[in-house]
């Protein structure tokens, strides 16, 4: 297959993330971008050089990509995937997080996507870390013996207020902090432990923007069938300082994976792996060890990524059926927060 043409749907900020990757990818020749945003259709033009259309079936129909990217707001996200599977089985799909917005729309697009013909992508991005992804390589080889409790955290102060009214509507959003941002975090606790799932207790809570019906904190608890219990502490309500990663503690040592804040968010291409081992060749008693992982910016090998599977046939990293386990995750937690931290079962 010689050079991709790829259409890009929604042009707000992923959108514009996925364009730049796109047009700095070797093996993409044509750009498509689906946007009825005059500003939005005016920044593809001229700044990615695409070709505009003002609706996505306008762009699948005249356009013919070979693969798309769903970069729309979270309340699209089902329409325009399941439309996709069914109506073009020959193109590939990216869809960014969240699949959907409850578990029915989940439930439909992972048995849709069963029977698509050319690869599908969720766009669960701390899976291409490479910081992430070296803590991930240590727990398998055993670098701290079998992991008993993860914990995961993420505070960071984001103003709910000046969000597009849609993220704060937990029907078209499907939440507040838990499905927006805590995301991230349920996915690297399913991604390490590497186990099912057996039980969640979650709790919400409105603590900074009280006048907003989705939560901007989210405390939760996930037990795993091999044993390993992982908690979660995240909030959008902590001005001042920014805590972002994941901690495994182990019967042998510990791994310890965080991201650099910088003003404003995140350094996307800057991320640390430390390990704590007691059994170390530098020292009897345990040392601290800074292992070796190659930064990366996590979007950019996402869409990398993608490029490979659709020309070179490559599995797809995290499919529908991953994202599914992860959204389970999410809902049953949702459910718990609903029930005053009721244990529930999965």
Not at 138 to 161: M, T
Not at 245 to 258: L, N, T
Request: hydrophobic share 40%; net charge negative; proline share 5%.
């Amino acid at each position: 297959m010689s050079g991709l043409t790829v259409g890009i749907i929604g042009m707000g900020f992923m959108g514009s993330v996925h364009a730049r990757h796109y047009r700095d990818n070797g093996r993409v020749d044509r750009l498509l971008v689906a946007t009825p945003v005059e500003q939005e259709q005016k920044i593809a033009r001229e700044r990615f050089g695409a070709e505009v259309f003002s609706d996505y079936r306008s762009m699948i129909q005249q356009g013919q990509p070979q693969a798309v990217s769903i970069c729309t707001p979270n309340f699209d996200h089902y329409e325009i995937a399941s439309w996709l599977m069914q109506e073009a089985p020959g193109i590939a799909i990216l869809i960014e997080k969240p699949l959907g917005v409850n578990d029915q729309q989940v439930a439909k697009l992972t048995k849709l996507a069963a029977g698509h013909q050319s690869p599908i992508l969720v766009g669960h991005s701390l899976r291409f870390a490479g910081a992430y992804i070296k803590g991930r390589e240590l727990l398998r080889q055993n670098a701290i013996g079998k992991p008993c409790y993860l914990e995961a955290r993420y505070k960071w102060f984001k103003d709910f207020s000046k969000f597009p009214a849609w993220k704060r509507d937990p029907e078209l959003s499907g939440g507040g902090f838990l499905m927006q941002s805590g995301l991230h975090m349920l996915d690297l606790f399913v991604w390490y432990a590497d186990s099912p799932v057996v039980e969640v207790t979650g709790h919400a809570e409105d603590l900074y923007f009280k006048d907003f019906p989705v939560e901007d904190t989210f405390f939760g608890t996930v037990r795993f069938a091999n044993g390993v219990a992982a908690h979660l502490v995240g909030s959008s309500a902590t001005k001042g300082f920014i805590d972002y990663g994941i901690e495994v503690y182990g019967e042998r040592g510990a791994i310890k994976v965080e991201s650099v804040a910088v003003p404003g968010g995140l350094d996307i291409d800057n991320h640390s792996v430390s390990l704590f081992t007691e059994e170390s060749a530098y020292s009897p008693s345990g040392a601290l060890v800074i292992p070796s992982a190659p930064k990366s910016d996590f979007w950019k090998d996402e869409i990398n990524h993608f490029v490979s599977c659709v020309l070179d046939g490559t599995a797809p990293i995290v499919t529908p059926a991953d994202a599914k386990i992860v959204m389970d995750v999410c809902f049953a937690l949702y459910k718990s927060a609903a029930l005053g931290g009721k244990t529930i079962r999965l």
